[in-house]
Structures are given as C-alpha cells and as structure tokens.
C-alpha cells in the first residue's frame, strides 16, 4: 500500500465533481464592459430611431458588435441578439425614411 | 417669314434645353437666362456684329436633346451667332417644322432677364439626385470597420483557441499522470474525462483535474487576451499585457498545515496584499525581497511569519522560482483562502467568509500578447513546479512554536472580526427579537376563539414579565460585582 502511494498518485475514489464558481466574482474580472456597451447600444439605437439621426443608428450597431465580443458566458444570447437587431433595424429604418447619404457631423 | 420661324425653332429647343438632364451640365455650370419677351435677345441682335466664335456649342435642329451652354461673358456674342445660324441654317430648318408641332409646348415665362444685372449663383446638384456611390463614402467607411472588426473577432477567437490547444497539447501527457479525471464540466452524469478544454468565453478556458492523493481537485483556467475584440487590441499596443494561467489547487484539510505565504512579483503582491483577504490579515508586513534566500530581485515575499519562509523555500523550489522567474505573477499558499475582499453595501459582513486550504498560481505567458502555440511548451516546467508544491504543502508542518503563533494568528482576527461586527449583530439579534413578537401578536390578532386568544395574551404576558425580571437580577448582579 505505502509502494502505492509512492508511485501512484492517483486516487480514482477520491475524484470530485467540477463545480463552476460563483458567478459574482465572474463580473469583477470582466469589468463592466458588455454591460455598458449594451446599454448604450439600446440608447443610440433608440435615438436613431425617434430623431431619426443615421450617425445614432451606425453607432448603436457598434456598440452592439462590441457587447457581443466582450459578452461574458454568464450572459444570455437572446439579450445580445435582441440588441443587435434593434440596432440593425434603427439603420434600416433611417435610411428607409431618408436615403441621403449621411453627412458629416463637423 | 422663314427667318421667323428659325427664331421660333432655336427659341423651342432653348426652351427644351432647359428642361433637361443635370446630366448634361457636368462639364459647364451656366444656365442661360431669357427675358419674358422672346424676342428681347435678339433686339441687340440686328445691331451687333459678329466678333469671335463662342465656347458653347450651337444645337441643330437634329438633335434636340444635346445641351446648349452659354457663358457668362458671351451674351453679346449669342446673338450674333443666331444671325449667323439662322443665314447657314435658315433655308434649311424652317420647311419640315408647322406649328402643329409647337402645340401643346409652353415657353418657358420663368427665364428671366437678368443678364448683367444679378450675379448668377452657381448651385451644386444635390447629393441624392448625383447617382454615384461616391457620395455614400461615410457609410461605406462604418460598413468598412464594421467588416474590420467582424474579421478581427474571427481570427482573435481562433487565435485563442489554438493557442488553447496547443496549451493542452502539452501538458496533457503530465496532467493525465497525475490526476485520475481530467478535464470535467460538471454536466456529465458520471465522473468521466472529457479530456478537453470547457471552453467558457472566446477568452478564457477551463480544465478541472481530480482524483490526486493531497489535493481535492485543481482548477486550471487560461485567460487569454481579448483578441476577438478589435478595441481591446488597440488598447494592448498602447500597454502590452501578457496571457495568463492561473491554477487553484484546492487542499485536502489533513494535507495542509495552517500558514499563508506568498511569493510573486512586488507590483502583484501589493496588489494582492491588498485585494485579498487573507493576505491583508495574516501578511501584514511589505514584501519583502527574497534575495535572503537566493530569489532574483523582481521577487518578493509575503508571509506569515519566517519560519513558513524558511520551510517553502527548499532548493527545489528556488532553482524553479529562479530559472522561471519571468514568467510567475504569483505563488499564493494559504489556509485560510476565501478569495477578494467582499465590498458590502451594508457594511461588513455579519460573519466570517468560509476558507479553504488553497495554493494558487498565476503564470504570465511568455511573449507579452504576442504568443505563438509553441511558446505554451515552455510552460510545462511550471506545471512541475505546481505538482512538486502540491506535494510539499503535504509534508511541511510547523512546529510547536509555529502551529501556537499560527493558532494565535488566527484568534485574533477571529476577535477583530467580532468586535467590528458587534454593533451590526446586536442590531441583527434585536431585529430578530422584534420579528419573533410581532408574529406572535398576529397568531394572537388571528385566532378566532376568544377564549384561546385571552389565554394566549396572557402566555405572552408572563413570558415578558419573566424576561425583565431576569434582566433585572443581571443589573443587580453587575453591581454587586462591581462594587
């Protein structure tokens, strides 16, 4: 038994189950980013589509491509893929209202 | 007669001129201006004689659709040359035209003549009537970079995972050695290897190894570089950051003695000293350098006290602490591990977060961001390094002296912790006492029997009344004794 020990490391009954950690320490190290990124999204998609601003729309859908690279696992698809067309569908709908090209802002 | 009907014919195709493309004024940009009058452009006509050939282009009768420019400058000029076109022409030009044909043509009133009195403004075509892609240049530049990060996030995402793999690659042939189950994700029914990476993110990569005498199990995690975000990785050209592993081997209680050292780079174990709870309790001292104990000067240690310095650094472990030294963030042993900080809205916590037996490593990947698959072998010396502590942590044991500070230590914290908590569990307990009665009045108000309800009033009653009385004979006793 003790040569065991010595040599053989293994402990086939003694194997634990993995167990992912809690999510709260899972945010901290991310940062804030997909959460932030999100919202904004939302909002710029939303201008876009009230004040009818093409620049709004092109901006929401950025921010919505960088949520979604930065999403953490803990997050839902569903919320990232809502955010994204919502964005795509402020683009779609300023240049169906309106299909100038867009001007500089300066 | 027929240099009449000329007039009218040049006049007609003016007037049709007017009317067409913007196509058509690309290469000139004046538009010519009539008078209300027809024929007021050609009083000065009979007059003027015929100076130098203008620059704009006379239209014949033929092709009714090719534009007629005039500039500014040559309006004397132009009637002259309709004397001149209508001699050359006029012959020719009045017999196939009747006035059946001009039916139903309105001249155009709004021409006016305003020949050298206002400045003519020269207007740019509107952008949405041009028809060239051109004039889209913002759009097609957002779509640009929208590809730009689309393509980025690709090969950022396979760059990591290859870089996983090749991670795996070599350390699978130690790791199977050592562990009776690697690789798990908590899914499966029964405790099998999936013999894989979990992969979490498109930056980060889990392995949980099992079944080794000493430890309960190792976490092994690879955080890698947001390669897949385009942002990110402009943000690494401005400061170069390297790929991590960090492992966290979790500790029998048996297998570990009770002790928290750390050994790591100076700028990590400040931010660690600070960050993580054990270490700003048990380690409160500055690192210290190790170059006592033959460590290179970018090491520093943390420990509890210079006997557990003394026993972790065996030759073993400075010959791989010194040889490797670049690439260690971090070497953490602890007993009373319980992760970072917990910030509390309400303030501190009401009791003592739980602590497991942990040692914890965090290697930095060798090229600073810029890792190619091949540089994961290099790593393999570390994970060796892990194995060889894993066993020590087992058989390093304090001494008698050792075990009592130790001991000491920790009832310290334990009574500081109480002490700060005091005020918050008083208020606790009395939140409690006060929820406890007023459930108790409503079983009272609830109770449909007036008979229950009066004898349960008066249980209630008794039971205060024991209450201050006991509270009472306290007071007397603390004054006895005091006195």
């Known amino acids: ?106 | 007669m027929k240099t009449f009907y000329a007039f009218c014919v040049v006049l007609l195709v003016f007037g049709s001129v007017s009317e067409a493309k913007f196509d058509d004024f690309e290469d000139e940009e004046d538009i010519v201006e009539y008078d209300d009058n027809d024929f007021a452009e050609f009083e000065d006509v009979m007059e003027d004689s015929v100076t130098e050939s203008p620059q704009r282009v006379i239209t014949t009768e033929d092709d009714e659709d090719e534009t007629t420019v005039e500039l500014e400058g040559q309006d004397e000029n132009q009637e002259g040359d309709f004397e001149d076109a209508d001699t050359q022409d006029g012959d020719t030009e009045s017999e196939p035209y009747d006035d059946e044909e001009f039916e139903g043509y309105e001249d155009k009133p709004d021409t006016s003549s305003s020949k050298n009195k206002d400045p003519i403004t020269i207007v740019d075509v509107p952008a949405h009537l041009q028809n060239s892609w051109e004039s889209y240049y913002l759009e097609i530049l957002m779509v640009t970079g929208l590809l730009a990060y689309i393509m980025n996030y690709i090969i950022g995402k396979n760059k990591n995972s290859r870089l996983a793999q090749a991670w795996f690659n070599s350390h699978r042939e130690l790791l199977e050695s050592n562990f009776t189950l690697v690789g798990d994700d908590g899914t499966n029914k029964e405790a099998t290897s999936t013999g894989k990476l979990n992969q979490e993110n498109e930056h980060i990569y889990n392995l949980w190894c099992s079944g080794r005498v000493c430890c309960e199990g190792m976490l092994i995690q690879l955080r890698f570089l947001k390669r897949q975000d385009l942002l990110n990785v402009l943000a690494r050209m401005m400061r170069p950051v390297s790929d991590q592993v960090q492992i966290k081997v979790t500790m029998n209680d048996e297998d570990m003695d009770t002790y928290v050292f750390a050994v790591g780079t100076r700028k990590a174990l400040v931010r660690l000293q600070k960050e993580m709870q054990d270490l700003s309790e048990f380690c409160s001292d500055k690192p210290k350098s190790g170059a006592k104990y033959g460590l290179p000067d970018s090491l520093a240690i943390l420990s509890e006290m210079g006997e557990v310095t003394e026993g972790m650094m065996d030759t073993k472990m400075v010959h791989f602490l010194t040889h490797y030294a670049d690439k260690i963030e971090s070497v953490h042993f602890s007993d009373q591990f319980s992760g970072p900080k917990i910030m509390q809205e309400e303030g501190q916590p009401l009791k003592l977060p739980d602590t497991k037996r942990t040692l914890l490593f965090t290697f930095n990947v060798p090229g600073s961001g810029n890792t190619y698959p091949k540089d994961m072998e290099a790593l393999l010396p570390l994970m060796n390094m892990v194995i060889y502590s894993i066993d020590k942590a087992k058989k390093f044991r304090l001494n008698r002296e050792g075990k009592q500070k130790a001991d000491k230590n920790r009832a310290r914290v334990e009574e500081n912790f109480l002490k700060l908590t005091h005020v918050q569990r008083q208020e606790a307990a009395q939140s409690r006492r006060e929820e406890k009665k007023r459930a108790e009045k409503e079983r009272i108000m609830n109770e449909e029997d007036p008979e229950k309800q009066r004898r349960l009033e008066e249980a209630a009653l008794r039971r205060e009344q024991k209450k201050l009385e006991k509270k009472q004979m306290k007071m007397k006793q603390i004054k006895v004794k005091a006195m």
């Open chain 1, 1 to 106: 038994m003790s040569t065991n020990n010595m040599s053989d490391p293994w402990r086939p009954n003694k194997v634990l189950r993995f167990k992912s950690p809690p999510s709260e320490c899972n945010p901290a190290l991310d940062g804030p980013t997909p959460d932030y990124m999100n919202l904004l999204g939302m909002i710029f998609s939303m201008c876009g589509l009230m004040l009818k601003l093409k620049w709004c729309a092109w901006v929401a859908v950025s921010c919505s491509f960088i949520s979604f690279a930065n999403s953490r696992s803990s997050e839902d698809t569903k919320q990232m893929m809502s955010s994204c067309m919502l964005s795509v569908s402020a683009v779609v709908t300023s240049y169906l209202q309106n299909p100038q090209p867009m001007t500089p802002l300066w």
